[in-house]
């Protein structure tokens, strides 16, 4: 069909049409092409790319089907530059009169597929991860992949019945568990997962209780305000996930009935910050998609299983890894899966000292063989090399092995997977902040908060008074700046009594905040009750309940363990501020010690014994 097309008179849009079925014809029957021919077919169509990812899966049935059918021939020469053949369909030869007929019959075949195919959802994504698939495996060394079938059943009864006998008990798996509305189902897990980033289960235990308590349904956080979930979400971190919580909550009751999306793909379409992972684990969780989910965990199992020692972080291997996960997610226990990989990552598979001998699927980890391969290496009572299988990737560096300027560190053993991903040290800034307290208001002592923008870092959150200043400016300068910043919240004040008191530094995902602390007590002050728009008078007990972010509860903790004009920033009064900071209650402790690990006597027996 693409042969006949070919020979009638075209117009620009059916021209790129055609290329768009020539490009793909390659992509799909890259396996039978050698590694270099099909780059080589690749990069002569590699202008066309941007077509097809916005264009040509929007008609993925008709395409798929006439690439089938096409009369194109991709063959390798001398193993160089791919020759495309162009065979000479029958029906092209005869008059005139037949051609016509033809191309008007191809012409409404068109037509009927194209409106039909209007009434799909089009599928770019799809397309694209499908490019990236098949880039990714023509050039991967099957020591990377899973072998067979039968390979993967292993890897999933093994994973899988160890997460029955092992796997916590955990608020929110509880909750799931006993939930039968859907809704209500993926509520708790979305709630779970958000909290979940970057923050570890010991500190989320409490937070996802007093949350799933306070609004137990969708409905109930879509009408709460964004004071109240900023407040309760103080100290969790990461403030823009409880905003965007409820940004997504009130799309789901206001545009979609109170029905929450039921694949990935519309998960992660419809609601605000949700990625491809959360997207995958409510989906795999609550309504029982066979869709793999990648997080830190999961990285760091699969790329111990596969021996995948090149960043994690680089595009080839992400898409490599969220291809395992799909490869390897049991569609008949999604959800229990994707947990259990997560879980064998938290607290067996851990960053350092793993727990190699409880875990369940040792015999299938390429960085468990390789340990004991470096072993019988090293005997002296072993000549010769073991035999035990290695990448041998086509040409060239293998993308997914670590480079040559890393290699194998004996001394690490297993934790040699995954590479550790270099980090940029956080920016540092500095700002002069100001705890200005009226000790004799009505009602007893008050302090003044106000709020932040409502975008950009602790968008939302209550602070104190501050102002952002150059490390070298000179305490002069910064009291200056910080009197005006205050006289423009509550009016003209004593500068005479603004007093430095030390320094308190902070580290925020990706800033060190150094706060040059000041404070200001209003003992002779007229009392001030009246303040403008963002500014509020909080008691100290209001203040410990209100919205702030964990680094003005340390800016507080210096107030009230200083007082004013005794300590001047000295290193004195930061190693005696350091030893105020509030310690764990034994509750805290004792929960601490129940996730944390237990290493039993055997555990270092691959890593240590290497050592």
Known sequence: SLARTWKQPRCPSTDKWIKKLWYIYTMEYYSAIKRNTFESVLMRWMNLEPIIQSEVYTNAGPTKATCRSSALLVIPQYHSQPRLIMKKPRAAVGNRSGRRKQASSQEGKKKRAFSSSQSKLSAPSAGLARQQ????????????????????????????????????????????????????????????????????????????????????????????????????WAGLGYYSRGRWLQEGARKVVEELGGHMPRTAETLQRFLPGVGRYTAGAIASIAFGQAAGVVDGNVIRVLCRVRAIGAEPSSSLVSQHLWSLAQQLVDPARPGDFNQAAMELGAIVCTPQRPLCSHCPVQSLCRARQRVEWEQLSASQSLPGSCDVEECAPNTGQCPLCAPPTEPWDQTLGVTNFPRKASRKPPREECSAICVLEQPKALGGARILLVQRPNSGLLAGLWEFPSVNVNAETSGQHQREALLQELQSWVGSLPDTRLQHLGQVVHTFSHIKMTYQVYGLALEEHTPVTIVPPGARWLTREDFHTAAVSTAMKKVFRMYEGQQPGTCKGSKRSQVATLSKRKKPSPGQQVLESFFRPQVPTDAPSLNSAAQ
């Open 133 to 232: 698939k098949a880039l990714l495996q023509a050039s991967v060394s099957p020591y990377h992949l899973f072998r067979d079938v039968a390979e993967v059943t292993a890897f999933q009864e093994s994973l899988l019945d160890w997460y029955d006998r092992k796997k916590r008990d955990l608020p929110w798996r509880r909750l799931v568990e006993g939930e039968v509305d859907l809704d209500r189902r993926a509520y708790a897990v979305w709630v779970s997962e958000v909290m979940l980033q970057q923050t570890q289960v010991a500190t989320v235990i409490n937070y996802y209780t007093r949350w799933m308590q306070k609004w137990p349904t969708l409905q109930d956080l879509a009408s709460a305000s964004l004071e109240e979930v900023n407040q309760l």
